[in-house]
């Protein structure tokens, strides 16, 4: 056991869970606890204060839907919007899916009712074409293309960095000034038309992938983890690598499943 210590913020988990995001929280939880660090798991609802969520080192935002995003951008204004905006600004990493990221920009407009306006800290906007239009829903594959992050995980991996996932949404999400998160391979993506998957700004990964998304890519929960700890302890951090072996085979499976080949490591 060390004594570093993880503090794992969980938005609104009663109100944006939805398609077993909440498997994002326990993925990060273990493949910590396993390292042998302590982790705590801090649920951010409508009764979390500013303090709480200034004591998080890793933020999870799951999937929502239109009401229930309503109901979070209520909750989520002034003094505690300042506060998740610092911390992001300042770079506490996190994994924000779907509904999550439709509110870190600048609006959602929802298929019926009033725009809901966003934190504006992604220059990104998100729009229900309407309820006549396809939803979004399959699995996606796509390849990380943010620099710094598909540096980071290029070097972890000895191979491209290619993410497995489950979308399902109405809503389509159209960047402004944000590096997208990755180039779709398969599926969707933010809009189905111009082959941008996600956003990657500061630390903070946005994605449309539910799956959920981080045990069936461990690697990029343990770059969420070894970013936080690098944070909050201002040291270098590597972790300890565990034996992957069957999500490997699980993304296999996926891969051929889905006829895309299984990124080769580079020889080196
Ligand atoms: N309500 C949003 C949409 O349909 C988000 C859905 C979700 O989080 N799965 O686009």
């Known amino acids: 056991m060390t004594n570093h ?12 869970s939805t398609y077993g ?18 982790v705590q798991v801090m649920p951010l609802d409508q009764q979390a204060s500013v303090a709480d969520i200034h004591k998080v080192d ?3 935002g799951g999937g929502a839907q239109d009401r229930q995003q309503e109901i979070v951008m209520r909750d989520l204004r002034g003094a505690k919007a300042e506060a998740l905006r610092e911390k992001i600004e300042a770079g506490m ?3 924000f899916t779907c509904g999550s990221p439709q509110l870190l920009g600048h ?3 929802p ?7 966003g934190l504006g800290l992604l220059d990104m906007v998100s729009k229900h074409p309407g309820f006549d239009a396809r939803r979004c829903i399959g699995n996606v594959v796509f390849e990380v293309s943010a620099s710094r992050l598909a540096g980071d995980l290029e070097k972890m991996l000895n191979s491209p960095p290619v993410v497995i996932g489950f979308e399902n949404h109405g809503g389509r999400t159209y960047l402004g000034n944000v590096e997208p998160l990755g180039r779709v391979l398969k599926g969707y993506g933010n809009n189905g038309e111009d082959g941008t998957e996600g956003a990657f700004y500061r630390n903070a990964i946005a994605t449309y992938s539910h799956g959920p998304l981080l045990p069936k890519n461990p690697f990029l929960a343990d770059w969420l983890i070894q970013t936080a700890l690098t944070e909050k302890y201002k040291m270098p951090i590597s ?4 034996d992957d072996a069957l999500a490997t085979q699980a993304r296999e499976a996926m891969f051929k499943r889905l006829n895309v080949s299984f990124p080769v490591a580079a020889q080196r």
């Open 5 to 16: 210590q993880l503090t794992i913020g969980w938005l609104y988990p009663n109100l944006m």
């Open 21 to 38: 995001d909440r498997g994002n929280v326990i993925c990060l939880r273990q493949r910590a606890q396993w390292r042998g660090y302590e």
């Open 58 to 60: 890793v933020l999870v």
């Open 93 to 95: 990493p996190g994994v």
């Open 107 to 109: 609006y959602y407009e």
């Open 111 to 117: 298929a019926l009712g009033q725009r809901i306006e």
């Open 239 to 242: 972790l300890k690598p565990l």
